[in-house]
């Protein structure tokens, strides 16, 4: 099967620059917002010997703040970009061209994984002039931003073709996605927690996200790592099906 590399690029370089051209709200508030964040925080729990898991509070949430900072930009990117197409009446220009539905979706996962890791490395630096940090993992924190931001950039592409408005798509951002991440154990170790508590956080696919990142920067988990990769590897497959489908059949795009 031949790959339309040169339509797969353009498509790429189309949702790349539309972030980029905003730079300041797409890869510059996400930094300012989580240093606020973290600020408040540690400035409301407290400062000196508090600590989580060994290791000072401050250490242990900074990890979280920034996943959660790279899921939710990395979803928002190919949501917004599907939903401002179908809402400007502009959806025929993505899927006119001799582009088939899985080079669509990798396109747009692609952008959207771009964005996520952008906002990764803006908001790490930022966050290490706050609390300095050693990554003891290095490779690993670059899977795990991958896989997370890959996971969301497809549920975000899944998100644009179901909401038939921006009401719908911030119902999925405010009701799944900002309880999943607070609930994730980005403050608090899932230890802490009563049995039946801690085992429902080990069934939220984001304490696997935050769990294994927080591990390949400081070497603490609270989950088993092989598990996390699985589950995520797991849903990235699932979603990816599941868009390059509602691509391939038009789903809510072509009526």
């Known amino acids: ?13 189309r949702e790349v620059s539309r972030f980029l051209k905003v730079w300041n709200q797409t890869l510059t508030a996400p930094m300012v917002t989580t240093v606020l964040f973290f600020i408040i925080l540690t400035v409301a729990l407290g400062r ?12 242990f949430i900074a990890p979280g703040l920034i996943m959660m900072s790279v899921v939710q930009n990395a979803f928002a990117n190919t949501s917004s970009s599907l939903m401002l197409q179908k809402f400007q009446g502009v959806i025929v220009d993505l899927l006119m061209p001799p582009l088939s539905a899985a080079e669509i979706t ?25 609390v300095p940090y050693h990554i003891e993992h290095p490779f690993l924190s670059l899977v795990y931003l991958l896989l997370s931001s890959s996971m ?4 975000g592409l899944a998100t644009g073709i179901w909401a038939q408005s921006f009401d719908q798509m911030s119902a999925i951002t405010n009701y799944v996605i900002t309880p999943l ?17 801690e085992h429902v956080s080990l069934a939220n696919p984001f304490f696997y996200m935050i769990d294994g990142f927080r591990y390949s920067i400081t070497g ?29 059949r038009g789903w809510r795009l072509k009526t």
């Open 1 to 13: 099967m031949q790959v339309n590399l040169i339509g797969v690029q353009t498509l790429y370089y």
């Open 48 to 59: 000196g010997d508090r600590e989580v898991g060994g290791m000072p509070f401050e250490l």
């Open 106 to 130: 990798f396109s747009m996962v692609m952008g959207g994984v771009t964005r996520g890791m952008m906002v990764a490395v803006t908001v790490a630096i930022a966050m290490y002039f706050c």
């Open 152 to 155: 969301l950039a497809f549920l």
């Open 181 to 197: 991440s607070f609930l994730s154990g980005t403050f608090y170790s899932i230890g802490h927690l009563p049995p039946f508590w």
């Open 220 to 248: 603490y988990a609270d989950g088993d790592i092989t598990t996390g990769l699985l589950v995520l590897i797991g849903i990235n497959i699932a979603l990816a099906v599941l868009s390059w489908q509602l691509l391939a």
